[in-house]
């Protein structure tokens, strides 16, 4: 046999060997995505039946109540007003000191 004929069947083998394996390990490999894909999905579809489930209202069914605004100087009654007025007047004069704010 010649040397360029033991090339040619040295390559040959080698092929047959390697093509069936590179096969079956792409076809490993998708089998795999497909399995990782549907186990993917029935998660998801087990995660929504279980929100769909536990779903609850986000509010009672019902009127709201709203709470009253809190009083404005013009809504304070006038009593209150001159009890306050009557209070600054018996406070006695005290001297203004230096850096002391006066009101």
Do not use: H, W
């Not at 536990?54 to 809504?75: F, I």
């Amino acid at each position: 046999m010649s040397k360029q004929m033991t090339f040619t069947l040295a390559c040959a083998v080698v092929l047959s060997a390697l093509g069936p394996g590179v096969a079956g390990y792409l076809s490993a490999r998708l089998e795999s995505i497909e399995a990782a894909e549907r186990n993917l999905r029935a998660l998801e579809t087990r995660l929504q039946i279980r929100e769909a489930r536990e779903a609850r209202p986000a509010a009672l069914p019902g009127a709201c109540e709203s709470t009253p605004a809190p009083p404005r100087l013009q809504d304070v009654p006038a009593t209150a007003l001159g009890e306050q007025e009557e209070a600054e007047r018996r406070l006695p004069d005290l001297p203004a000191r230096p850096g002391m704010i006066r009101y």
